[in-house]
């Protein structure tokens, strides 16, 4: 791999591309990228791709030039690897993919590589889609059948919607319930 | 099929084993009306033994329970864990429901993990499909159980095999939860196992109750009895080991009278979908909560209409390898007693449907007898001692008569005294037994420890659980008074943690208890110090209480606490399950960051591409909500109302766009919490993978 060329002359590229280079390096963690030679080599190929195009002109920030060089890269190699079409991929999917091969424990060392990538990798890679639910549900509605409370269920039931209705009337009949309460203790407390 | 001669000795039992109940309580009322009336006949006099009498009921079903427990466990065969050449169901018509919210799921995902190799080891495992049915509303819970539940598929290759489903509004808690999935999948299946967030179950046991199911096609629901588990405080411990030295003695009693239209705990239990859509939908009650309206105890009034609708309900006693975990401390137990307290009591209308089977209804009133039963004898002792102040200011001095029962002709002292002790032996009678059939039985005595160890234990529980009653004595008979006066509660997440409480929380929950134990020994010090030694075990369970509670909080250490660990967990099974996989198995752990949720959501590209994923596939619709700008990342995401976040969680357009943004910042257009969210990831892995 050709090393960096960073122009010491430039102060501000430099702590820009540094930022980048930390940046990039974080979101490969955040792949589960934790082979540290690995990381080491993908994050220094971006950030070549990164310094190229910045002193070809592009005026964006380096941090929002490297994570879309990640993207780009990402792309290429997974639709390169299925043989999709890259312009109608969507990165969540790729993601979703690399996690459903497991890429941390066992692939990461193919990760943006081309050539001898494994089948088994491959076919675990083509799931793109997590079924969280079976394909199709079964309709069913659970209905309640009635249950005859009696007359003290009927007469809580006309009490309830007769004090919804005047709760002044519910408020006087606790005021009076509270009152006999107290009543009763005080009569028991006198004898 | 149940025969006329089966149905005609559930009868039997019922009506005999009630009869028993009624009689001893007719004696201990006479003994007590007999001991009060010698000295005078009073209002006061009538109140306390109308209120005697119905506090006899609980103590007299308990002794009963635990009588026939301990004869019909003599005979008992070990727990039958092989379905023995029945036949099984077919494939893939077994659902099992694991209903969460807001739970620890890394816990709840290794029980999940264990239990599926567990069912590996059979051979059965094409017979079941696993659901975890989220009603989970913590962006943080959501976001963790998608990634738990990817991870566990991928880990088990079980992408068609374990199912997540979170329903946007959870509405009517666990019940309708359960309902959700009977409408939507239940047809799929012919029988669902229903667990609990905290179950654990062996593989083994579950082939045996499908085949159970099987064999019996009238049998709706089969209830198994889950012992506590993975206690890891003193006080969790000792519960675990009273539970598994006790338990099965109340178990089997309870077994011998209710027989096929036997009771629903909830959990650990597998019932027959068919009946259950049919006839299980849960009536509203009268009037409004927390008395009326939804049905909150679901499991008890779902036994009574699957009984109602003809199909048995049946507690095996017989089938082990089947736990769940209990709360780590007393305060946590009360929190969750005061929501069966309320659902319990609920329960009360439901004595009035005159379609529902007795035996239904005797549940009913021992659930309500549960909680209500505190408060009676709250007033029971109040009453009791106001009549000794009473008779101690007066400085008469007292001429009793003869009375009517046996005993009427002897001293009024020595009167008292025997009916305490029949009242007290009737109370402590079922643990003595508990601990004779495991102190007689050499495999079971072998397994405590043996009988030193097993009598030194038991010993402790029973001076732990006597100072700790009138404790929960206060908080059931607060929770009665509350319910009553019309304050609900809300549906809280259990404490799983061992952690063990702090002081101050513990006396601002506590204060009542310790002045009504300053109080009780106030009082009884006026009336002579010998009422104050018999009043001893309550009034200095009541002040010593936040002590009591405190310390049987902390994590259990010591030689002790092993060897009650090690009594208290001790089938092979049980080691398999937990010290195999639970306790060891580290696979589930990915949280070893403190960022919440939504920030994981936005920033981790596998638990974004997860979220986003099952947000296209169940066809999520979008919330309406505007896409956020660069702007959103200046702000700290603490400052956002969880409804915005919860509304930016549920839109994938949103989810996805956040995501690309927020790698794309520089350090300047980041809130420092952000910032710090991205910087986590460092060659140190904080997620595993």
Request: aromatic residues 12%; hydrophobic residues 50%.
């Given at each position: 791999m050709e090393p960096l060329q960073l122009k010491l002359d430039h102060p501000e590229l430099d702590d820009a591309l540094s930022k980048a280079y930390l940046r990039v390096e974080q979101y490969l963690c955040s792949l589960r990228i934790h082979n540290k030679r690995i990381l080491s080599e993908l994050t220094h190929a971006i950030l070549d791709d990164v310094r190229k195009r910045v002193l070809g002109g592009d005026a964006r920030e380096p941090v929002q030039i490297a994570m879309d060089a990640i993207d780009q890269h990402v792309v290429s190699w997974y639709s390169g690897l299925m043989g999709l079409d890259s312009t109608a991929m969507e990165t969540d999917r790729i993601r979703l993919s690399l996690f459903r091969a497991d890429l941390a424990k066992q692939w990461s060392r193919y990760f943006l590589r081309t050539g001898n990538i494994p089948e088994h990798f491959l076919k675990e890679m083509r799931e793109q889609t997590l079924r969280t639910i079976p394909e199709s549900p079964s309709s069913a509605t659970m209905q309640p059948e009635l249950l005859d409370l009696g007359k003290i269920g009927k007469w809580a039931e006309d009490t309830w919607r007769l004090f919804g209705k005047w709760p002044v009337l519910g408020a006087i009949t606790a005021g009076l319930a509270y009152l006999a309460a107290l009543a009763f203790v005080i009569y028991f407390a006198s004898l | 099929?149940?025969?006329?001669?089966?149905?005609?000795?559930?009868?039997?039992?019922?009506?005999?084993?009630?009869?028993?109940?009624?009689?001893?309580?007719?004696?201990?009322?006479?003994?007590?009306?007999?001991?009060?009336?010698?000295?005078?006949?009073?209002?006061?006099?009538?109140?306390?033994?109308?209120?005697?009498?119905?506090?006899?009921?609980?103590?007299?079903v308990g002794f009963w329970q635990a009588i026939i427990g301990f004869f019909s466990g003599l005979r008992e065969r070990p727990p039958a864990m092989d379905q023995g050449g029945h036949r099984l169901p077919k494939p893939r018509s077994i659902a099992v429901n694991i209903p969460v919210y807001n739970e620890d799921i890394e816990m709840v995902l290794l029980r999940l993990k264990a239990l599926y190799l567990s069912l590996k080891l059979t051979g059965q495992l094409d017979l079941f499909d696993f659901y975890l049915l989220s009603d989970s509303n913590r962006a943080d819970s959501w976001v963790s159980e998608e990634y738990g539940w990817a991870r566990l598929c991928r880990q088990l290759d079980a992408f068609d095999r374990i199912f997540y489903r979170r329903r946007k509004r959870n509405i009517h808690q666990k019940a309708g939860n359960l309902l959700d999935f009977c409408e939507s999948w239940g047809r799929r299946y012919t029988y669902m196992v229903v667990l609990d967030a905290d179950s654990l179950m062996d593989g083994g046991s579950l082939v045996t109750m499908a085949a159970r199911m099987e064999a019996d096609p009238k049998l709706g629901i089969l209830q198994t009895i889950p012992l506590l588990t993975r206690a890891r405080t003193r006080y969790g411990l000792l519960q675990q080991f009273a539970n598994r030295l006790y338990g099965p003695l109340f178990s089997r009693g309870m077994n011998f009278w209710q027989g096929r239209k036997g009771n629903y705990w909830g959990h650990n239990a597998i019932i027959r979908v068919d009946p259950f859509i049919r006839h299980c939908a849960l009536p509203d009650l009268p009037g409004r909560p927390p008395?009326?309206?939804?049905?909150?105890?679901?499991?008890?009034?779902?036994?009574a209409l699957m009984v109602k609708a003809g199909y048995a309900v049946r507690m095996d006693t017989s089938i082990g390898g089947s736990f769940e975990e209990g709360p780590p401390d007393a305060l946590d137990s009360a929190m969750r007693d005061r929501r069966w307290c309320q659902g319990n009591l609920q329960h009360f209308w439901l004595l009035f449907a005159e379609q529902l089977h007795w035996a239904s209804k005797l549940h009913f009133i021992n659930g309500i007898f549960a909680y209500a039963g505190s408060l009676l004898w709250l007033l029971f002792l109040t009453l009791s001692t106001a009549l000794a102040f009473e008779w101690e200011k007066s400085r008469l001095t007292l001429i009793p008569v003869h009375g009517t029962s046996p005993v009427g002709s002897l001293s009024i002292g020595a009167h008292a005294l025997l009916?305490?002790?029949?009242?007290?032996?009737?109370?402590?009678?079922?643990?003595?037994?508990?601990?004779?059939?495991?102190?007689?039985?050499?495999?079971?005595?072998?397994?405590?420890?043996?009988?030193?160890?097993?009598t030194s234990m038991a010993a402790g529980e029973f001076v732990f659980s006597t100072l700790l009653a009138p404790v929960m004595m206060v908080f059931h008979s607060s929770f009665v008074l509350l319910t009553l006066s019309g304050k609900g509660i809300g549906w809280a997440t259990q404490t799983r943690d061992h952690h063990g409480l702090a002081w101050w929380p513990a006396l601002r929950s506590l204060r009542l208890h310790t002045a009504s134990g300053l109080l009780l020994l106030l009082l009884s010090l006026q009336i002579g110090w010998k009422p104050m030694l018999w009043l001893s075990p309550i009034w200095a369970g009541l002040l010593l209480s936040v002590p009591l509670v405190v310390l049987s909080s902390r994590p259990a250490r010591g030689w002790a606490a092993?060897?009650?660990?090690?009594?208290?967990?001790?089938?092979?099974?049980?080691?398999?399950?937990?010290?195999?996989?639970?306790?060891?198995?580290?696979?589930?752990?990915?949280?070893?960051?403190?960022?919440?949720?939504?920030?994981?959501?936005?920033?981790?590209?596998?638990?974004?591409?997860?979220?986003?994923?099952?947000?296209?596939e169940t066809h999520a619709e979008e919330t309406g909500i505007a896409v956020p700008e660069q702007s959103f990342f200046k702000l700290d995401p603490a400052g956002?109302?969880?409804?915005?976040?919860?509304?930016?969680?549920?839109?994938?357009?949103?989810?996805?766009?956040?995501?690309?943004?927020?790698?794309?910042?520089?350090?300047?257009?980041?809130?420092?919490?952000?910032?710090?969210t991205i910087e986590r990831y460092t060659l140190k892995p904080i997620f595993a993978p």
């Open positions: - | 099929m149940v025969s006329p001669t089966q149905s005609g000795m559930g009868v039997f039992r019922r009506v005999s084993f009630f009869l028993m109940v009624f009689a001893l309580m007719g004696f201990l009322t006479w003994m007590f009306a007999d001991l009060l009336w010698r000295v005078d006949v009073s209002v006061l006099n009538i109140a306390l033994v109308l209120i005697f009498s119905v506090l006899s009921y609980p103590l007299c008395l009326g309206g939804k049905i909150l105890s679901h499991d008890f009034v779902e036994a009916l305490f002790g029949l009242v007290m032996s009737i109370l402590i009678l079922p643990k003595l037994l508990g601990y004779s059939h495991a102190a007689l039985s050499p495999s079971l005595r072998g397994r405590f420890g043996g009988f030193v160890a097993l092993r060897r009650f660990a090690r009594a208290s967990q001790s089938s092979a099974i049980e080691d398999q399950l937990t010290s195999g996989i639970i306790n060891n198995d580290s696979t589930m752990a990915f949280f070893t960051d403190s960022a919440d949720g939504f920030q994981n959501a936005v920033v981790d590209p596998m638990f974004n591409s997860i979220h986003v994923s099952i947000l296209r956002i109302s969880p409804q915005r976040l919860f509304n930016l969680l549920e839109s994938e357009a949103s989810m996805r766009k956040l995501h690309h943004m927020v790698w794309r910042l520089s350090e300047g257009d980041l809130h420092p919490v952000w910032q710090r």
